[in-house]
Structure formats: structure tokens, C-alpha cells
């Protein structure tokens, strides 16, 4: 088993930043693919950003081009998301997600790819 647990979520401005953390324990190893989604109250999750296991790879929804950056620390098993430029539609409660995966640069963006999920946390952003 894999736990993820998320942090950094919060109250901010419109056009303020934040960033959000994943931090993965237990049977982990360096083989995973990450990412992150986000649920807005009466909506469907939706995938936010991807990362590969090798972090050569990534994936964005075109919502957050340009103002989000996933990464992540192989040697720390955690992934981040700096959010940038906020805006009210950004809020959501945001979740990291993970799966076992080989192929270095490999994503996943549909949520029935990923076998582990946080709990998420929360990002209102007020305009």
C-alpha cells in the first residue's frame, strides 16, 4: 500500500499563489506516476497535472497552462504543484494521485489510471 497525503492548500487572492505538496509512504518506490486533480463542488473530478515517475514527462490541462508547474523529488517520493496567477475558478479541493508505472515517461490523465489517492486539500481562491 501507498499513502499520500497532501499540504499547502489555503486561502488566497485572486492572482495570488500557492503551492501545494504530495508526500508518498509506505510501498514506495521510484516507479510511480503522479499527478494532480481537483473537484469543485457539483463537478466531476478533472485532472489538473501529470507527471511521469522520471519527471521527464508531464501533462497540464489547458485550464492551468503556464500558470501551474508539477515536479517532483524521486529521492523525497513527493510531488508538488506551484499554482500561479490564482483565479476563482481555481477552487477546488485538490488531490495527488499515484499508480505503478515502468515506462519513464508515461502519464496518466484519467482518474480510473491511478490506484492511490489523498484525502486532498482544500484551495479557495477569492476574487
Known amino acids: 500500500q501507498v499513502q499520500l497525503v497532501e499540504s499547502g492548500g489555503g486561502l488566497v487572492q485572486a492572482g495570488g499563489s500557492l503551492r501545494l505538496s504530495c508526500a508518498a509512504s509506505g510501498r514506495t518506490s521510484s516507479y510511480y506516476a503522479m499527478a494532480w486533480f481537483r473537484q469543485a463542488p457539483g463537478k466531476e473530478r478533472e485532472l489538473v497535472a501529470a507527471?511521469?515517475?522520471?519527471?521527464?514527462?508531464?501533462n497540464y490541462a489547458e485550464s492551468v497552462k503556464g500558470r501551474f508547474t508539477i515536479s517532483r523529488d524521486i529521492a523525497k517520493n513527493t510531488v508538488s504543484l506551484q499554482m500561479n496567477t490564482l483565479k476563482p475558478e481555481d477552487t477546488a479541493v485538490y488531490y495527488c494521485?499515484?499508480?505503478?508505472?515502468?515506462?519513464?515517461?508515461?502519464?496518466?490523465?484519467?482518474?480510473?489510471?491511478?490506484?492511490?489517492w489523498g484525502q486532498g486539500t482544500q484551495v479557495t481562491v477569492s476574487s
Open positions: 507527471i511521469s515517475w522520471s519527471g521527464g514527462s508531464t
Open positions: 494521485a499515484a499508480r505503478q508505472e515502468f515506462s519513464s515517461g508515461r502519464t496518466y490523465s484519467q482518474t480510473q489510471s491511478y490506484v492511490y
